[in-house]
């Protein structure tokens, strides 16, 4: 088991105030709070944060735990000496007790003992998970493999973990952010209490060509300069095959294109924009020389006349 | 350790989705009082009249969940989730829009 430095945890000196303690703890819990937070571990560090003030900002667990010694190191192999925690009665909110670590529970042991002898029955707690899926897998609709370490109690009261593994269906035209609630997925209750929710939240990877705006997806296209200033049909690939799109005479780079209900499904479907991207071709030989030459010297245009330079 | 296989169909919580006062009670682990309260904050806007007769969208549920969560770990009062809620759905359609806006990543690279 690794020791927890949960001074460093809340970036604070071991002789810190309670006042210093508190300020630090609320002010990395906005920072890391899972429902806030942007940041890719926020839901561990956060964990991290509760477990840390759980024990700083009460005098008695401070004291407790500051008992250790002060020559331990973060992640340090840790074996609690002898009559660690004692006989005091330590409490806990039994909501986020489950939740802290190893290190934790042989400090505060006993008196997590004496939670779980608590024979009310209780509903477990709802789990949210992140569901890392394709922009592909939302336009056909997929099943996909979900699997859960769940920690419970075993036969002679000891925790034990069971590996479960959920085959899912992804509806097509789940959007960002929608969540696939899983009844009785979640942790298992207390006491013959029904288990807890689980709550799938979709997130999409990174797209190698489209970006997605709700139900709308959208795609930088390229042309060359003659398709956009003549016109052309072109090929543009959507997420059900390519298909042929006519440009429009005079167009210019950053104009959008939009194709009707290509993007995900749904009512209303979405649509997939093009934004036109003129791109121009090197000139590195001299045939391609020669002919921006010509046009520099056929066609009267200044790119900059709207700047009054 | 054990392991167990399950194939299991899902609810999306959805626009298309409707659940009754009751139900976003219990979903939300709440008491009918708070959930009043944040019909009252304005937090959720549900269909109907009287609470017996309310309908939240499926993406209410979501955001009431959320609620309560900033509320408990945050100590806020629901104005204050209310505000930040607000907010963060601003930041997220933000982002969605910013990511239209830059360059996919392995096509910026070839610049």
Known sequence: MQYKDYYKTLGVARDASQDEIKRAYRKLARKYHPDVSKEPNAETRFKEINEANEVLRDAEKR?????????????????????????????????????????????FGRAFKSETKDSRRRRGQDQSVKLAIDLEEAHQGATRQIKLDVPETGPGGQPTTRSKTLNVRIP????????????????????????????????????????????????????APWEAALGATVKAPTLGGSVSLKIPPGSQSGQKLRLKGRGLPGDPPGDEILVLEIVTPPATSDAAREIYRRMAEQLPFDPRAQLGV | MARTETDIEGILLDETLTVSFTELTSLCGATGRVVKLMVTEGLLQPEGQQPDDWRFSGLEVRRARRALRLRRDLDLNLAGVALALDLLDELETLRERLRCLEPPPDRARDD
């Open chain 1, 63 to 107: 004291s407790a735990y500051d008992a250790l010694g002060s020559n331990w190191r973060a992640g340090q192999d840790f074996r609690p000496p002898p009559g660690a925690g004692g006989a005091r009665d330590f409490h806990f909110n039994p909501d986020q007790a489950t939740d802290y670590s190893d290190f934790f529970a042989s400090i």
């Open chain 1, 172 to 223: 097509a035209g789940v959007t960002q952010g929608r969540q696939i609630r899983l009844a009785g997925q979640g942790s298992p209750g207390h006491n013959g209490g029904p288990a807890g929710d689980l709550y799938l939240e979709i997130d999409f990877k990174p797209h190698r060509l489209f970006t997605l705006e709700g139900r709308d997806i959208q795609l930088r296209l390229p042309i």
